[in-house]
């Protein structure tokens, strides 16, 4: 069972920048992890991704604007989120899928865009 633990949400001004981290209790680098929004009313969409090999991928509308990152030394991912705008707020969910197809789920760290 890997446990994920995200920190770094909250209230930020619209185009102002936030720093998400997610730590696991296992290794990173041998997931493919992700990050995922879910914002009121709808659903849960991936918003970055990265790969075991490290290969990255974004939704459409972050790109650009969001970088997902590894941290080696502490064993932990990140999600940078710059220009930030109203359509980001949500709650932002990290999920990591192991080789075998388990796929575990953070409890989520709110984001919130204020105009």
């Known amino acids: 069972q890997v446990q994920l633990v995200e920190s770094g949400g909250g209230l930020v001004p619209l185009g102002g920048s936030l720093r998400l981290s997610c730590s696991a209790s296992?290794?990173?680098?041998?997931?493919?992890m992700a990050w995922y929004r879910q914002a009121p009313g709808k659903q849960r969409d991936m918003v970055a991704s990265?790969?075991?090999?490290?290969?990255?991928g974004y939704k459409d509308s972050v790109k650009g604007r969001f970088t997902i990152s590894r941290d080696m030394f502490v064993n932990t991912l990140h999600l940078e989120m710059n220009n930030l705008k109203a359509e980001d707020t949500g709650v932002y969910y990290c999920?990591?899928?192991?080789?075998?197809?388990?796929?575990?789920w953070g409890q989520g760290t709110q984001v919130t865009v204020s105009s």
């Open positions: 999920n990591a899928r192991k080789w075998n197809g388990a796929v575990y």
């Open positions: 296992e290794n990173i680098f041998e997931m493919t």
């Open positions: 990265v790969t075991r090999e490290g290969i990255t």
